[in-house]
C-alpha cells in the first residue's frame, strides 16, 4: 500500500471529470513536446507532463498534491510507486534537477539528444500508466 503524507498530500476525492482534466492536460503537454523541433520546448513540456500525469494518477486514488517545497519529488515518488517502477524517479529527479539549473541557476540548456531522449521516457512512462 502506498502511503500518502499528510504534509504533502490532502485526502480529497475528485469527481471522475476534474481527474480526466489532469490528464487532459499533460496529454496537452505531451504532443507539444512531441510537434516540437525546440529542444529547450521538448524538454519543459515533457517535464511538465511527466509531473502532470503524477499529479493526475495522485488524484485518481484520492489525493491532492500540497503546493510545498519539495511537492515535484513526491509526485515523482508516488508515480514511482504507482507504477512499480524505480527509473521513473531516477529520471524524473533528473530532468527535475536539471529544469532546476535552469530556471534558478540562468543558463542551463538541455541539449536536442537529451531533450528527445526524455520525451522518449515520459511517453513510455504514459504507456505504463495506460494512457
Known sequence: MINFESQHF??????????DQF????????KIAEESDISDVIFKFSYDALIKLGIALIAK???KVRSTAGHHVKILEKLSQLLKDEDI???????RQE???N?????????GKD??????????????ARI
Open 10 to 19: 490532502q485526502k480529497l476525492e475528485f469527481k471522475e471529470e476534474q481527474a
Open 23 to 30: 490528464l487532459k492536460s499533460a496529454l496537452h503537454d505531451l
Open 61 to 63: 486514488k484520492g489525493y
Open 89 to 95: 524517479l531516477v529520471l524524473g529527479n533528473k530532468m
Open 99 to 101: 529544469r532546476n539549473a
Open 103 to 111: 530556471l534558478y541557476d540562468g543558463g542551463f540548456f538541455v541539449g
Open 115 to 128: 531533450s528527445l531522449e526524455y520525451l522518449k521516457f515520459v511517453k513510455i512512462t504514459f504507456k505504463k
